[in-house]
T-cell receptor
Framework: AQKVTQAQTEISVVEKEDVTLDCVYE???????LFWYKQPPSGELVFLIR??????QNEISGRYSWNFQKSTSSFNFTITASQVVDSAVYFC??????????????FGTGTKLQVIP | SQTIHQWPATLVQPVGSPLSLECTVE??????LYWYRQAAGRGLQLLFY??????ISSEVPQNLSASRPQDRQFILSSKKLLLSDSGFYLC???????????FGPGTRLTVL
């Protein structure tokens, strides 16, 4: 069974600090996909990134970066020079390899990030 | 580009009343559709998913039901609401050959 653990329930940082959100996953599949979503106070989940299990290269997008380590089953998300607009709940998610039809995505419980001005 | 709509945005209903939440997707064909519920301060719970018109699968037994009368329309219903049905309901879609889900703006339901 798939499982996603986000051990950090809430994190508070002062604006301009760097912050890392942890995500640890469990799966029996060798092919799988990992996701991060952002849920601002408005409620809508915003897709941030999707990575497949064969691509362990770290990815950077502006102030966002993701560190995928298969050896530790982790897919951590770092925000550099945090801003107040980064305040949101962030969800990590996992799905098995697509085999047609329904694709189940398992979400973590989320980490609430508060950036204090 | 694809867009997903949900309405209403907020809803306050008495216990025992019926419910109908609607989700529509534009700009894509034959999407996979999903209904999730998020209780206050909690994670996402998958309620229903659909891979085609009239095809509904339930993940959790409850007093809710779902229907997909058209390719890009997904409806969540209840005949009699319970207090425990309060929460934030999110609809999502994914392409036929992909697993990335894109979410709508959500409906905040309060059952009193």
């Amino acid at each position: 069974a798939q499982k996603v653990t986000q051990a950090q329930t809430e994190i508070s940082v002062v604006e301009k600090e760097d912050v890392t959100l942890d995500c640890v996953y469990e799966t029996r599949d060798t092919t799988y996909y990992l996701f991060w979503y952002k849920q601002p106070p408005s409620g809508e989940l915003v897709f941030l990134i999707r990575r497949n299990s064969f691509d362990e290269q770290n990815e950077i997008s502006g102030r966002y970066s993701w560190n995928f380590q298969k050896s530790t089953s982790s897919f951590n998300f770092t925000i550099t020079a945090s801003q107040v607009v980064d305040s949101a709940v962030y969800f990590c998610a996992l799905s098995e390899a697509y085999s047609g039809g329904y694709q189940k995505v398992t979400f973590g419980t989320g980490t609430k990030l508060q950036v204090i001005p | 580009s694809q867009t997903i709509h949900q309405w209403p945005a907020t809803l306050v209903q008495p216990v025992g009343s019926p419910l109908s939440l609607e989700c529509t997707v534009e700009g894509t064909s034959n999407p996979n559709l999903y209904w999730y519920r998020q209780a206050a301060g909690r994670g996402l719970q998958l309620l229903f998913y659909s891979v085609g018109i009239g095809q509904i699968s339930s993940e959790v037994p409850q007093n809710l039901s779902a229907s997909r009368p058209q390719d890009r329309q997904f409806i969540l219903s209840s005949k009699k609401l319970l207090l425990s049905d309060s929460g934030f309901y999110l609809c999502a879609w994914a392409g036929t050959n992909t697993d990335t889900q894109y979410f709508g703006p959500g409906t905040r339901l309060t059952v009193l």
